[in-house]
């Protein structure tokens, strides 16, 4: 991302400010700087519990003072997230906001530590509404403001639909006041500024009349506006409405009247001057928001919070009033964390550490038969495959299980808004995924080709009629009769090929969507606004609302067509893709190579290569370009989070972040444990590495070589080259008072260990409340630690359990396996046939395996996850809805199938 200058006449003086040149406008006012700085990055700090300062912050950055916001945890530091963040990014300038009772001296020093050299500076006034008149001065400097918006410094909903808007460009800058008082500060920044329009959020309510006789006193010149509402939510979208309508396409919503969700919204909403800020209920999204969703329709929607938050009701209603836009949630266990989460991705791309670009693609990088294909379909924000074993495979947004295909033998697959649809070997028709419209409700009868739009689909039965189910507003699903050979749905039209090779579209008409072209075709394809189309002369013809470009493709000669949103790919005659329209993702940056088939989406492109893998590129939103989920070889759950290894060494983690314990390192690993609030994991060169909280030293690793790892609640375990342990970590019950001999398995519970020595006896040391310490006599070749049980896999294959006999966790299932694990109060066994048994406590469905074959299992905290014979993972029990993907990677929140 680069710096992005000041709006309005400021920007040489902000430029200015940054290098240091500030000086305090009153004595009141603190300026430190130190110099040095290795890049052009300025983050603003603030106190996540001084939620006006969390607003002066993100006017900051709306203004153009800086690139990201980030919240410190308190007043005395900074958190691990953000310290994450500025390890990664180091700013050349950090901007606090505050005087030290809200940001102390101490997060001064510890700043100085994480980014040496870095350039401090602080913006701390006699209140809040004084603090934040410094802020306006430095965002301008000496020039004078034309736009001014002033909030009530004490109503944060109202403080951060005025930073949204210095974001959008409809103000250059924010000044508070109190209700019924202007305040000297706010008086004095407007006769300085001189603006020509003072734009007042809220109503009477929020600034009185009182107030706003005093902004027209001091300015008797300038034009006074008034933008309230009758709530909170309407003032919001009073703002967001006109910035939408002039063309900013990212709206982010949060729930109006959690002061938190507010002003991680405002944070993040600032950092991108495409973005406005729009509030909803909790349950329900109210008027002002729907319209404004539904008139202006923006592209990006971001939703703050958890479904605590905003509901999936919420969600919901937000994809039907914005049916073409990404939705996507960002949220974290605290606004500290969140903000880190919000910065990182606004920052992405601008570290200076270890500077390695992502690919343009990523493929496959492995080889069975089960994971190649013969066809792709790329939905809005989810992708499905049909493989060679004619099973089907989903990657990408599964919010509503549109990832998650039936099992069975397929010919074809579409994929659509957030359902998809396949047609089996029998000819049959089946839907999954969203079903509000009846769009996942396929009739019965034969088929030869199906096709999924938004909220509606299309099949062609085999006597080569049109039948069509799902919505129906704009007549999407009023097919025509006659024979047709070939059909494509798009958001609200649908096209389909008459066996005579001539077009007829129906259903939405705005903007030419239906207006097919004369002639003969051979096939086409629909998008979001537009379809192209084929023709037997070899020329491509595109027709509807012709955004970006699409409607002039490239005069190659293709074999195949593909419409995404608002881009287009087709398939040359030599087997090389080229890609038109819009680019803003990487939509139009192809990866080299031969292909057999292309498909475009919602911002992201997929190529099915000569040797049937998939690459695909563009936007990476929900994993929907990661292509199909890499081949796993293990799995680790911890309390909160999950990491995998994948067969290519590397770590892919997800879940619970706020300590970083789901931030995948670089580099290439031959074994990962998950443990309480950290991960630890085996390097190829067989050193180890830990990541995550610290508090007890249980990620300070010791040198040497391993050969295996564990990770307890706030321990850590693993087993040298020369067969002895170390523990390192928490001790408080002698966890990491490892005995001595020599071993060839370790196991790390909550607060105790054990291992298997060399002779296949098992050792446990540590907390022993309830005889989970007390290990039983025989020959075990592997053992798991829980909370307050292990289990060992004896050498005839059956499994023991000791400690806690409540839930039935000293009592496994009989039979041979060949793996165990222990949660927390749960336990599962990985059986010789491959299929999974798991008992103890069930209180989140964590013992209720799937049906299927499985490589490796792993119990956490309320879940399990396992790897699957096809190399996909699977997770079921508690948590597994509040799947992250890790910091620095584009997808913000995703659920993998």
């Known amino acids: 991302m680069r710096y992005r200058t000041t709006r309005g006449a400021a920007a040489a003086a902000t430029l200015a400010v940054l290098a240091g040149m500030l000086m305090p406008v009153t004595a009141a006012a603190q300026s430190q700087s130190t110099t040095g700085g290795s890049n052009e990055i300025v983050v603003v700090i603030a106190n996540q519990t001084s939620l006006s300062d969390v607003g002066t912050a993100a006017s900051l950055v709306g203004a153009g003072a800086g690139n990201a916001v980030l919240l410190a945890e308190s007043s005395e530091t900074l958190g691990t997230a953000a310290a994450q963040v500025l390890r990664d990014y180091r700013p050349a300038n950090v901007i606090l906001v505050g005087g030290t009772a809200i940001l102390s001296g101490t997060i001064e020093t510890e700043l100085a530590d994480l980014v040496p050299g870095v ?20 965002a301008i400097g000496g020039e ?19 930073a949204s808007a210095v974001a959008s460009g409809a103000a250059d800058v924010v000044l508070y006041a109190g209700q019924n008082a202007l305040g000297d500060a706010t008086e004095s920044a407007l006769m300085e500024h001189e603006p020509d329009l003072v734009l007042i959020v809220g109503g009477t309510a929020a600034l009185s009349s009182d107030t706003e006789a005093e902004i027209e006193a001091a300015l008797p010149e300038a034009e006074v506006e008034r933008r309230g509402g009758a709530t909170r939510i309407e003032t919001a979208a009073l703002f967001a409405g006109p910035a939408l309508a002039a063309g900013s396409r990212h709206a982010v919503v949060a729930n109006g009247w959690s002061l938190h969700d507010v002003g991680i919204a405002a944070s993040y909403a600032a950092a991108d001057p495409d973005a406005v800020v729009l509030y909803s209920e909790r349950k329900q999204l109210t008027d002002p928001t729907s319209t404004a969703l539904r008139r202006y329709r923006p592209t990006t929607i971001t939703l703050i919070g958890d479904v605590e938050s905003l509901t999936g009701a919420v969600e919901r209603e937000v994809g039907r009033r914005s049916p073409s836009a990404e939705v996507r949630r960002i949220f974290d266990s605290s606004p500290a964390a969140a903000s880190a989460r919000a910065a990182d991705s606004s920052l992405g791309g601008t570290s200076p550490i270890e500077p390695e670009p992502a690919p343009s693609s990523t493929t496959l990088p492995h080889d069975p038969d089960d994971l190649t294909f013969t066809a792709i379909d790329a939905g809005s924000v989810h992708t499905c495959g049909v493989r060679t074993n004619k099973t089907i495979v989903c990657w990408g947004r599964n919010s509503d299980g549109e990832a998650t295909p039936p099992a069975g033998s397929f010919t074809a697959v579409t994929a659509g808004g957030s359902h998809s649809c396949a047609i089996r070997t029998n000819e049959t028709v089946t839907c999954w995924g969203f079903n509000q419209d009846g769009q996942a409700r396929a009739p019965s009868g034969s088929f030869t080709a199906v096709a999924a739009g938004r909220e509606h689909s299309c099949g062609i039965r085999t006597d080569k009629t049109i039948d069509c189910w799902g919505d129906d507003r704009y007549g999407q699903t009023d097919a025509p009769s006659g024979s047709f050979s070939a059909i494509t749905a798009g958001t609200t039209h649908t096209c389909a090929l008459r066996t005579d090779g001539s077009i007829t579209c129906w259903g939405r008409d705005d903007r030419n969507r239906t207006a097919a072209p004369q002639g003969e075709f051979t096939s086409l394809e629909a998008g979001s606004s537009e379809t192209c189309a084929l023709h037997v002369d070899g020329s491509t013809i595109c027709w509807g609302a012709g955004f970006f470009g699409l409607n002039n493709p490239p005069s190659s000669a293709f074999s195949a067509v593909a419409v995404g949103s608002d881009h287009a790919c087709g398939l040359r005659t030599d087997g090389t893709i080229a890609c038109w329209g819009l680019n803003n993702h990487g939509q139009q940056i192809v990866p080299t190579g031969r292909f057999t088939a292309v498909t475009a989406g919602g911002w992201h492109a997929c190529g099915l290569q000569t040797n049937k893998r998939v690459t695909c590129w563009g936007n990476n939103i929900a994993g929907r370009a990661d292509g199909p989920v890499r081949a796993v070889a293990t799995v680790s759950a911890g309390i909160r989070h999950t990491c995998s290894l994948q067969s290519n060494g590397t770590i892919t983690c997800w879940g619970i972040n706020d300590q970083s314990e789901s931030r995948s390192p670089r580099g290439t690993f031959t074994a990962v444990a998950a443990g309480g609030r950290h991960t630890c994991a085996l390097r190829t060169d067989d050193s180890l590495t830990c990541w995550g909280r610290d508090f007890a030293g249980q990620t300070d690793t010791p040198s040497g070589n391993f050969s295996a790892v564990a990770a307890g609640g706030s321990h850590s375990c693993a087993l040298r080259s020369d067969k002895k342990i170390a523990c390192w970590g928490s001790d408080d019950e002698g966890q990491a008072d490892a005995p001595s001999g020599t071993f060839t398995a370790i196991a790390a519970g909550t607060n ?21 310490a007390d290990a039983p006599s025989g020959t075990f070749t592997a053992v798991a630690a829980g909370t307050y049980h292990s289990c060992g896999l004896r050498t005839d294959k059956k499994i023991t359990c000791w400690g806690l006999a409540r839930y039935g966790l000293a009592s496994p299932p009989s039979g041979a396996y060949t793996a165990v694990t222990a949660g927390s109060e749960h336990s599962c066994g990985l059986r010789t046939d491959m299929t999974i048994a798991c008992w103890g406590r069930n209180d989140s469905a964590q013992a209720d395996a799937p049906a299927t074959t499985f490589t490796a299992v792993s119990a956490g905290y309320e879940h399990t996850c396992g790897v699957r014979s096809d190399g996909t993972v699977a997770c079921w029990g508690g948590l597994t809805n509040v799947i992250w993907r890790p910091l620095g990677t584009s997808a913000i929140f995703v659920t993998p199938n």
């Open 119 to 138: 350039s401090i500076e602080r913006l701390s006034g006699r209140d809040r509404i004084h603090t934040a008149a410094l802020a306006a001065q430095h």
């Open 144 to 162: 004078g403001a034309s736009t001014v918006v002033i909030a009530n410094g004490w109503s944060l909903s109202d403080v951060g639909t005025a």
């Open 752 to 772: 105790h260990s054990c291992a298997v020595r060399t002779d296949k006896r098992v050792t446990c040391w540590g907390w022993n409340s309830d005889g989970q």
